[in-house]
């Protein structure tokens, strides 16, 4: 071997030890948004705990009648049933996302994909649970006279005028589509952004 071709193997080596150690480095800058990612579902699982449980002592603090109580335990309930489903999703993924290979692209790209399921699971969730707040929340309402002479009597047995009826249909409806919007909204901005971020940083990063 010539000194040329030992200089050319010198250089070569030292052009790899450059590549590997700047690969990595971008990499690693994937970890920021998916370390905000993981602190917001920390966040929201917390807070969404929290909720839960002022909702299942409200009965004990604010006067229902017993007709009024009964309902808003059963859609609390479902409410809490479906709400679980996305918890659940979430915490598995924190678990499986507690220990990231930076130095791997691939691992990343499919830790991507399942944020992505996690997101639609908790968006379908959000909306479903939220659809039925309203519902708790007209009972809670309606339901602190006696049961026969209350607001929730008159809903149920339809003793009301169409036009009242129809008024509190097109109100669900347009609490509805702002319950979806909202929902989208939150979702895009704490987690949809960061995966924007990552997505791109890993695009531009060199296989």
Same mark, same amino acid.
């Given at each position: 071997?010539?000194f040329?071709?030992?200089?050319n193997?010198?250089?070569?080596?030292i052009?790899?030890?450059?590549i590997?150690?700047?690969?990595?480095?971008?990499?690693?800058?994937?970890?920021l948004?998916?370390?905000?990612v993981?602190r917001?579902?920390?966040?929201?699982?917390?807070?969404?705990?929290?909720?839960?449980l002022?909702?299942?002592?409200?009965?004990?603090?604010?006067?229902?009648?017993d007709?009024?109580?009964?309902?808003y335990f059963?859609?609390?309930?479902?409410i809490t049933?479906i709400t +679980? @489903? &996305?918890?659940?999703k979430m915490? %598995?993924?924190?678990?499986?996302?507690?220990? *990231?290979? #930076?130095?791997s $692209?691939?691992y990343?790209?499919?830790?991507i994909?399942?944020?992505?399921?996690t997101l639609?699971v908790?968006k379908?969730?959000?909306?479903?649970?939220?659809?039925?707040?309203?519902?708790?929340?007209f009972?809670a309402?309606?339901?602190k006279?006696?049961?026969?002479?209350?607001?929730l009597?008159?809903?149920?047995?339809?003793?009301?005028?169409?036009?009242?009826?129809i008024i509190?249909?097109?109100?669900y409806?347009i609490?509805a589509?702002l +319950? @979806? &919007?909202?929902?989208?909204?939150? %979702?895009?901005?704490l987690?949809?952004?960061? *995966?924007? #971020?990552i997505? $791109?940083?890993l695009?531009d990063i060199?296989?």
């Open positions: 071997m010539n040329d071709d030992i200089k193997k010198m250089d070569n080596e052009m790899n030890d450059q590997i150690p700047q690969h990595i480095k971008d990499l690693k800058t994937t970890q948004p998916l370390q905000k993981r917001n579902l920390k966040t929201e699982i917390l807070t969404q705990v929290i909720i839960f002022f909702f299942f002592l409200f009965p004990s603090i604010y006067k229902m009648n007709i009024a109580k009964g309902l059963v859609i609390l309930f479902i049933l +679980i @489903v &996305y918890l659940l915490y %598995t993924f924190l678990k499986r996302t507690l220990d *990231i290979d #930076t130095s $692209k691939e990343l790209l499919n830790t994909y399942e944020l992505n399921l639609e908790y379908t969730a959000i909306v479903s649970g939220s659809l039925l707040l309203p519902l708790l929340a009972i309402y309606t339901g006279d006696s049961f026969n002479n209350s607001l009597y008159n809903f149920l047995t339809f003793s009301m005028s169409s036009t009242s009826l509190y249909i097109i109100s409806l609490i589509i +319950i @979806v &919007y909202v929902t989208n909204w939150w %979702t895009n901005n987690y949809g952004k960061y *995966i924007i #971020t997505k $791109k940083l695009d060199n296989d």
